[in-house]
């Protein structure tokens, strides 16, 4: 591999993390408040509200149902409003984000519904509000979920990210289409399956590490 | 009170002194459907004492008991907490109130992803109280309970008797004026059942702690509770101090939850029953209070001579009372000795059932 070459996958590899990192985060900070939201309002929740539940839901779906080839186009004038421009790493990061938050949120919902109830019954015994429960029960107690979900949201924020070579965002994926696949680079392509090979491998094995030691239910 | 025992000194629930309520229900009415739940529920817990409810599942017990601490609303009828009525009080009222009432699980609900110390001390963080406080909090319920060792464990390591402990230190941690217990007892097994009991008993004891308790088992009544309730199909069908329900229970789902824990009249002895004559007759004989601390049955055998057997029974002492069952086989060719042997003991405040003959002694 000539070093203009390696240079261009270090250059990727960097692009690939930082937005698999951003949209990672940005995932986390609206989905698990919309996971919540998910459980709270709905039938039994602690702030049930089917008619919230039901929008939140339907928009949720929304989002999730669109391939993400599609929503990385269709979001090009919201992404030109939020970063000032359509192309490049940072305008990719604004529909990944928006593509990963309603997958994450799922994925805690999935989690915060399992808490049992009776700790839920037991905190608003104690005289806790809402707030307490969320804070002291919902969250802590389905953190593990949590976290192994968000694990999982940032291995397949990994895969999306190939797709937004299409507008110009660069990475592992765009890289590996544009040398190794249309310029017969073969050397490119298998540097970067071994590259994702190790991003992947190193962020479940960095999940499961931390999840084995949040949990506690024995 | 009861009129075949009248009631003596030694009576634990002395009915003319009437220290405070800090729970009086009044005709308490909720429905899920059209099955109700409740249907109709006045009660009262005095200051101090132990009051336990008992029903089959499906009763209305843990309708009753989410009642008092606002989890469940009535439909109709009033709950007062220490005076105060909070039946329709909002969540946001309902939250200092509820830190004023403790409550105890069958599952126990303790958090798993919290240590013991911060799962006692919880309640305190609630109530915004600092750090340093409630671990001095939790520190001495801790030891009440007898876990202080187990401070730094987390949930999942505990037996199931040491995590009711540690649900018990919890409910305890905001010094509450009433201890609502849950089938607490219902997910252990006997021997750690006895050793949550006496726990209560203590608390009860050394913190004169009201508790409120529900259970579908008579032993969890007979071992702590100063007064019972019955519950059934959503009403209270008998309600007593313990030890007089139990010498003399009036409802049939009262005599057949009792029957788990009193003499029975052993199966090989009763499939031989029949109603016609016999050579023995087979009494039964329920003795409470004077009848059963007194030397009843040598009396019998000087008032009425001629033999008598003793078959099956026993003196089981609730709240310091003698109750007992005693099951005798008395001679039966003789119609005028069982008359006789049935006064003598009628005279005697005895309840006496002729159940049936036996062909052959037994």
């Excluded at chain 1, 700790?119 to 809402?130: D, K, P, Q, Y």
């Excluded at chain 2, 309600?239 to 789902?253: C, H, L, Q, T, Y």
Aim: aromatic share 4%; glycine share 10%.
């Amino acid at each position: 591999m000539s070093p203009i070459l390696f240079e261009l996958l270090l250059r990727s590899i960097w692009e690939t993390i930082l937005m698999t990192g951003a949209s990672g985060f940005i995932s986390l900070v609206f989905g698990l408040p919309l996971g919540l939201a998910l459980v709270a309002t709905d039938r039994g929740g602690i702030a049930e509200s089917l008619g919230v539940n039901r929008v939140l839901g339907a928009v949720v779906n929304g989002f999730r149902s669109v391939p993400f080839i599609i929503l990385l186009v269709a979001l090009i004038p919201v992404t030109r409003l939020i970063v000032g421009t359509s192309i490049g790493t940072w305008a990719a990061i604004v529909p990944l984000s928006i593509a990963a938050t309603p997958y994450y949120a799922r994925v805690a919902e999935v989690s915060l519904r399992e808490v049992d109830h009776g700790l839920i019954e037991a905190a608003r015994a104690m005289g806790g509000n809402r707030w307490t429960i969320i804070r002291e029960v919902l969250v802590p107690e389905a953190l593990p979920g949590i976290v192994a979900g968000f694990t999982v949201t940032l291995v397949t924020l990994i895969g999306a990210s190939a797709m937004a070579g299409a507008i110009g965002a660069g990475g592992l994926g765009d890289l590996a289409i544009r040398y190794g696949y249309q310029r017969f680079e073969t050397s490119v392509m298998i540097a970067v399956v071994i590259v994702l090979i190790i991003l992947v491998c190193g962020i479940q094995w960095a999940g499961d590490r931390l999840v084995a030691r949040l949990d506690r239910r024995g | 009170m009861n009129q075949h025992f009248p009631a003596t000194a030694e009576i634990p629930v002395d009915t003319t002194e009437r220290p405070e309520e800090v729970v009086r229900l009044t005709a308490l009415k909720r429905r899920f459907g059209v099955t109700p739940a409740l249907d109709g529920v006045s009660l009262t817990v005095r200051k101090g004492e132990i009051l336990g409810i008992i029903g089959r599942s499906g009763a209305g017990k843990s309708t009753l008991i989410r009642c008092l601490n606002g989890l469940e609303r009535p439909d109709s009828g009033q709950v007062f907490i220490e005076g105060r009525e909070i039946s329709r009080l909002g969540e946001h009222e309902l939250q200092p109130l509820r830190r004023r009432i403790g409550m105890i699980f069958q599952h126990f609900n303790l958090l798993s992803a919290k240590t013991v110390e911060d799962n006692v001390a919880l309640p305190l963080k609630i109530e915004g109280r600092p750090r340093a406080e409630r671990l001095a909090r939790a520190a001495e319920l801790l030891e009440l309970v007898g876990l202080s060792e187990k401070a730094k464990a987390y949930p999942a390591s505990l037996s199931g008797g040491q995590k009711q402990r540690v649900g018990i230190a919890r409910a305890l941690a905001a010094r509450p004026a009433l201890l609502l217990s849950d089938e607490a007892t219902s997910a252990l097994d006997p021997e750690t059942t006895r050793s949550i009991l006496a726990l209560l008993k203590d608390i009860n004891r050394q913190l004169g702690l009201t508790i409120l308790l529900i259970t579908h088992e008579m032993e969890v009544i007979r071992s702590i509770a100063d007064r019972v309730a019955v519950i059934d199909a959503g009403r209270i069908v008998e309600e007593g101090p313990v030890w007089s329900v139990f010498a003399d229970p009036k409802s049939a789902i009262t005599q057949s939850l009792l029957g788990a824990i009193r003499p029975q009249l052993p199966a090989e002895i009763a499939s031989r029953l029949t109603h016609g004559a016999g050579t023995e007759a087979i009494l039964k004989i329920d003795v409470a209070g004077e009848a059963a601390r007194g030397p009843l049955l040598s009396d019998l055998a000087a008032a009425v001579p001629g033999s008598f057997r003793l078959v099956h029974g026993g003196i089981d002492h609730v709240q310091r009372q003698p109750v007992g069952t005693l099951f005798l086989a008395v001679p039966g060719n003789d119609a005028n000795h069982l008359t006789r042997v049935i006064a003598f003991l009628k005279a005697r405040e005895a309840r006496v059932e002729v159940l049936g003959h036996v062909a052959n002694p037994v």
